[in-house]
């Protein structure tokens, strides 16, 4: 358990003064009708990497004046080491057995349970929120009750793909701000989310230079916004007299127990995080509360403080203010579960007890830490079954949860989970009782390991990674599909194509996923006739997904009545798909009705989900563009093409139609520099054998010949082939 630490002087002064002048007597005023309530929460963030927690590697100024008006809880716990479940228990103070959300995707939060967005709209506050990351994707039922809900991901800088999907908390910030400005004359609920420090850790300048460990430069990154925020409020006239919650939904491995990320195991470094309370008038600046608590009681605690009489608390939360005030602690355990182990991996689902003594962790060899003794779990003493250890287990087994499987996830959709660190690595089933995450963790390392050589642009070092792993686990479907994505990446298509193969091969026959797989990784290397084999056989065996593809592979056929029955089919089965939409826009643009295929792309705005969705579609700001373009309106154009090659700085297609619409309007230096940035972005024959066609046609014989001869010494005679579709 982490110390902690000594206060600053300001803050002994702020709490003697405050148990001098208002103490903690049952007659103080504890529910505050009207006032603000704002909730931070600050995505993976341990506690005990904080300064108030006994930290000294990382300043957070921010936080600390925040701690000074605040109460600090020294041992706050979450049900769950998962973002989404995490804040389903918060807003709807309830543990995942419960509220049934146990994983990131593939679950929604029930219309059954009332949220804390609706029951203090009920009150009348008006509720805003932002959110940092796609984990908190309104679609996922956890926006209910918002107002605002904006989770418009987009990337940080250019070069970054939009697959990270996240956004830093400078951009987050400004949101909420400007909500709590518009709403600053009546009472408001806020949600500020920070998805730093959550993996993979990129801080901004000045952090990155400042810390040497990245997970400290994204926590101070992450105080500074905090910082900015509140400092909003105070501007506004409305810090004061708000009730600010701060606090994390989670912590992170960091390779202790041999997890470097979170939602595997339950130990103290996944489930213990932060938590300060900040009471209106700020009662109380500078106190602790010693008892453990649990990131659900905030809901009890915010509902009461707010005045809401009649709104349903569930059993067993405490009032934290209550707690502040000197109330006995409730007699319970906290009851923590992760079924992420089972749901992605096919290894045992674990759950844990703690008190303010001991941790039990249920798993197939049990697991019982002494946290006075040994902070650090270190000792497992389950075979010495100390004094509580039988009790411990019974009420494990008595509280433990009932496993609901999740709903098939979008690919896309988990495509982006997993460019967050959220894998899956799915392994042909057995009859064999699920193995012991312990025992099994390092394969999970390796797997992440390829995923972050390959975000990094280190495809080779993917490769040798992946190869590894397979060559212990040669059942790890997702190796293999990362380790197609990383050998084409390197040029090695073939390999990469017999990889992505092995995906289908070790499948269940039901999981049509893999075959559209295959059938992606056909079209991106040029072969549309095997993408379209693969894309109907997933058809075949009843995949909605399918014709989406085929429409795909149809156009790269160059077949646009069947790329279009295809995408008109996809639409007919009462899925709103903005990629089937996105074909038809194609469709028209290649029969040369230029408006009608502009006035199509407007359509799969509309269709998507959010902003965030429509700019993750390839393709789509490059169609725009050179619709554009053709239709004699290059200013546009440039827009949107600009806005593809942010995005998607791996495609060729933007860049070749950026660099002609340069040359039609006379910007031949433009053009000249566009093909030379696309030929060092992405140094292949046929990309090489393209500039010099284009540099031709742009009447550059010099550039031309210059990019040829750089063409013939790199590659040979390999340059003369042009790009495939």
Same mark, same amino acid.
């Given at each position: 358990?982490?110390?902690?630490?000594?206060?600053?002087?300001?803050?002994?002064?702020?709490?003697?003064?405050?148990?001098?002048?208002?103490?903690?007597?049952?007659?103080?005023?504890?529910?505050?009708?009207?006032?603000?309530?704002?909730?931070?929460?600050?995505d993976?963030?341990?506690?005990?990497?904080?300064?108030?927690?006994?930290?000294?590697?990382?300043?957070?100024?921010?936080?600390?004046?925040?701690?000074?008006?605040?109460?600090?809880?020294?041992?706050?716990?979450?049900?769950?080491?998962?973002?989404?479940?995490?804040?389903?228990?918060?807003?709807?103070?309830?543990?995942?057995?419960?509220?049934?959300?146990?994983?990131?995707?593939?679950?929604?939060?029930?219309?059954?349970?009332?949220?804390?967005?609706?029951?203090?709209?009920?009150?009348?506050?008006?509720?805003?929120?932002?959110?940092?990351?796609?984990?908190?994707?309104?679609s996922s039922g956890i926006s209910r009750g918002f107002e605002l809900w904006d989770d418009a991901i987009l990337p940080e800088r250019a070069g970054v793909p939009v697959n990270r999907v996240q956004r830093a908390g400078a951009q987050v910030e400004p949101i909420v701000s400007r909500f709590a400005e518009s709403r600053k004359d009546g009472p408001f609920f806020?949600?500020?989310?920070?998805?730093?420090?959550?993996?993979?850790?990129?801080?901004p300048e000045p952090f990155r230079s400042r810390f040497a460990d990245p997970y400290d430069g994204e926590v101070a990154a992450a105080d500074a916004a905090v910082g900015a925020f509140l400092g909003k409020l105070k501007a506004l006239g409305l810090y004061e007299k708000s009730l600010v919650v701060f606090m994390s939904d989670h912590g992170e491995g960091l390779g202790e127990h041999g997890e470097n990320e979170h939602g595997v195991f339950l130990y103290r470094e996944s489930l213990q995080v932060p938590l300060l309370l900040k009471l209106p008038g700020n009662a109380l600046a500078g106190t602790s509360v010693a008892a453990p608590v649990q990131v659900s009681d905030v809901f009890r605690t915010v509902l009461e403080a707010a005045g809401a009489k009649d709104a349903p608390i569930p059993a067993g939360l405490a009032n934290l203010v209550d707690l502040a005030y000197g109330a006995p602690a409730p007699e319970r355990r906290i009851h923590a579960e992760t079924f992420y182990p089972r749901i992605r991996f096919g290894w045992s689902e674990l759950s844990a007890l703690l008190d303010g003594r001991w941790h039990y962790v249920e798993a197939p060899r049990p697991e019982f830490y002494d946290l006075g003794a040994d902070p650090r779990e270190e000792r497992n003493l389950a075979l010495e079954k100390p004094g509580p250890f039988r009790s411990f287990v019974a009420e494990a087994k008595a509280r433990r949860s009932a496993f609901r499987a999740p709903a098939a996830v979008d690919p896309e959709h988990a495509k982006k989970?997993?460019?967050?660190?959220?894998?899956?690595?799915?392994?042909?089933?057995?009859?064999?009782?699920p193995p012991d995450p312990k025992d099994e963790i390092g394969s999970l390392t390796r797997l992440k390991?390829?995923?972050?050589?390959?975000?990094? *642009? !280190?495809?080779? +070092?993917?490769? $040798? /990674?992946? =190869?590894?792993?397979? %060559?212990?686990? #040669?059942?790890?479907?997702?190796?293999?599909?990362?380790?197609?994505?990383?050998?084409?990446?390197? *040029? !090695?298509?073939? +390999?990469?194509? $017999? /990889?992505? =193969?092995?995906?289908? %091969?070790?499948? #269940?026959?039901?999981?049509?996923?893999?075959?559209?797989?295959v059938a992606s990784f056909c079209l991106r290397i040029g072969r549309p006739d095997e993408a379209l084999v693969q894309a109907r056989a997933a058809r075949e065996l009843g995949d909605r997904n399918a014709d989406e593809v085929i429409a795909r592979a149809e156009l790269a056929r160059g077949d646009l009545r069947a790329a279009e029955e295809a995408a008109r089919r996809s639409l007919a089965s009462g899925r709103t798909s903005p990629g089937a939409l996105f074909?038809?826009?194609?469709?028209?643009?290649?029969?040369?009705?230029?408006?009608?295929?502009?006035?199509?792309?407007?359509?799969?705005r509309r269709a998507s989900g959010g902003p965030a969705e429509m700019r993750a579609l390839p393709g789509f700001h490059a169609l725009r563009g050179d619709l554009l373009a053709r239709m004699s309106r290059p200013e546009e154009a440039e827009k949107e093409l600009l806005t593809e090659i942010r995005l998607f700085p791996q495609g060729a297609e933007a860049r070749i139609a950026l660099a002609a619409t340069y040359a039609a309007v006379g910007r031949k230096a433009d053009a000249v520099r566009v093909v030379e940035e696309m030929v060092r972005t992405l140094p292949r024959p046929?990309?090489?054998?393209?500039?010099?066609?284009?540099?031709?046609?742009?009447?550059?014989?010099?550039?031309?010949?210059?990019?040829?001869?750089?063409?013939?010494?790199?590659?040979?005679?390999?340059?003369?082939?042009?790009?495939?579709?």
């Open positions: 358990m982490p110390r902690t630490a000594t206060p600053h002087p300001l803050v002994l002064l702020l709490a003697a003064s405050c148990l001098v002048g208002c103490g903690r007597s049952a007659g103080t005023p504890r529910s505050f009708p009207g006032t603000p309530v704002v909730l931070v929460c600050v993976t963030l341990r506690s005990d990497r904080l300064p108030f927690y006994g930290y000294g590697s990382v300043e957070t100024p921010d936080l600390a004046a925040l701690l000074s008006y605040a109460v600090l809880f020294e041992r706050a716990y979450s049900h769950v080491p998962l973002t989404l479940p995490a804040h389903a228990s918060i807003f709807t103070g309830t543990p995942p057995g419960t509220h049934g959300v146990l994983d990131n995707g593939g679950y929604r939060l029930p219309s059954s349970l009332p949220t804390l967005a609706e029951l203090l709209a009920k009150e009348g506050y008006a509720t805003g929120g932002a959110v940092g990351s796609v984990v908190l994707a309104g806020a949600f500020l989310h920070l998805y730093e420090p959550h993996a993979p850790y990129e801080p989970l997993a460019s967050l660190g959220y894998l899956s690595m799915t392994t042909s089933g057995t009859s064999a009782a390991e390829g995923l972050g050589h390959l975000q990094a *642009g !280190r495809p080779a +070092e993917a490769v $040798a /990674a992946l =190869r590894q792993l397979l %060559e212990r686990n #040669p059942r790890v479907v997702d190796a293999w599909e990362l380790l197609a994505e990383a050998l084409a990446e390197t *040029g !090695r298509e073939d +390999e990469g194509l $017999a /990889a992505i =193969r092995k995906t289908v %091969e070790l499948s #269940p026959p039901d999981r049509t996923s893999a075959l559209l797989s074909s038809l826009a194609r469709v028209r643009a290649l029969r040369g009705d230029l408006p009608g295929a502009l006035a199509a792309t407007e359509d799969v046929e990309v090489f054998a393209t500039g010099v066609r284009l540099l031709r046609s742009f009447e550059e014989p010099g550039a031309a010949a210059r990019l040829s001869a750089a063409a013939e010494a790199r590659f040979g005679r390999a340059a003369r082939s042009g790009p495939r579709g």
